[in-house]
């Protein structure tokens, strides 16, 4: 008969499950307690009150809302166009689009 060649494995390479859960929720924990350590500082320090702070009434020039309204639009046509392209064109526009992003 002939002789099967059967690969070995390299689990010793690779990280355990639990290691890498433990990897991911540890860097979530730190960058997390650093975000709210961030935040706590600037809480302190901050001079304004909430009605200021929600509203930020008349502390923005045009040019700050023009391009925050041109990123809006912008993340709108990224994330709706591809459906929108397979839905009214079927198969062949989602494959034009595909196509032309590359």
């Given at each position: 008969?002939?002789?099967?060649?059967?690969?070995?494995t390299m689990s010793a390479d690779?990280?355990?499950?639990?290691?890498?859960?433990?990897?991911?929720?540890?860097?979530?924990?730190?960058?997390?307690?650093?975000?709210?350590?961030?935040?706590?500082?600037?809480?302190?320090?901050?001079?304004?009150?909430?009605?200021?702070?929600?509203?930020?009434?008349?502390s923005q020039g045009i040019v700050?809302?023009?391009?925050?309204?041109?990123?809006?639009?912008?993340?709108?046509?990224?994330?709706?166009?591809?459906?929108?392209?397979?839905?009214?064109?079927?198969?062949?526009?989602?494959?034009?689009?595909?196509?032309?992003?590359?």
């Open positions: 008969p002939a002789r099967v060649h059967v690969a070995r690779y990280v355990s499950q639990g290691g890498a859960y433990g990897a991911v929720y540890g860097t979530l924990a730190v960058f997390l307690c650093i975000s709210l350590a961030i935040g706590y500082r600037f809480l302190r320090s901050a001079t304004q009150d909430s009605d200021q702070y929600l509203t930020a009434r008349n700050s809302l023009s391009l925050s309204f041109f990123a809006t639009g912008a993340g709108a046509w990224v994330l709706f166009t591809v459906p929108e392209a397979s839905i009214i064109g079927g198969p062949v526009a989602l494959a034009g689009y595909t196509l032309s992003t590359l």
